[in-house]
């Protein structure tokens, strides 16, 4: 029986696929798919975080930032600078733990 994922999958699924007795077909993209892939895989990730909850939720909130880590690599920055800039705009801005929904701003 043939299952068809046509998806970016973790470097060692195939490894695992082939210790269940079944043989994964698979290719390596380019720069141009790999990005596109990735870009699709954040929003498939991001579908399973809103669908989770409790642990579940964790470890799809830990898959996106695994996916998060790897666009941050395609634009030549890492994980720990993405954090970094996060945290700046933190204290400029500030960050979301008020629960502050704005409705309007009203002219003076």
Excluded: C, H, W
Excluded at 31 to 56: S, W
Aim: hydrophobic share 40%.
């Amino acid at each position: 029986m043939e299952r068809v994922y046509n998806k970016l999958v973790r470097d060692k699924i195939p490894q695992i696929i082939e210790a269940n007795g079944e043989t994964p077909v698979v290719r390596v993209l380019d720069d141009t798919e790999y990005k596109k892939e990735l870009e699709k895989k954040l929003y498939e990730e991001y579908q399973e975080v809103l669908n989770a909850t409790g642990k579940d939720r964790v470890e799809e909130l830990a898959d996106m930032l695994e996916v998060l880590r790897y666009l941050a690599k395609l634009e030549n920055a890492s994980l720990e600078e993405v954090i970094k800039i996060a945290e700046e705009k933190a204290s400029k801005r500030g960050v979301f733990e008020d629960k502050i929904f704005l409705e309007k701003v009203l002219k003076k």
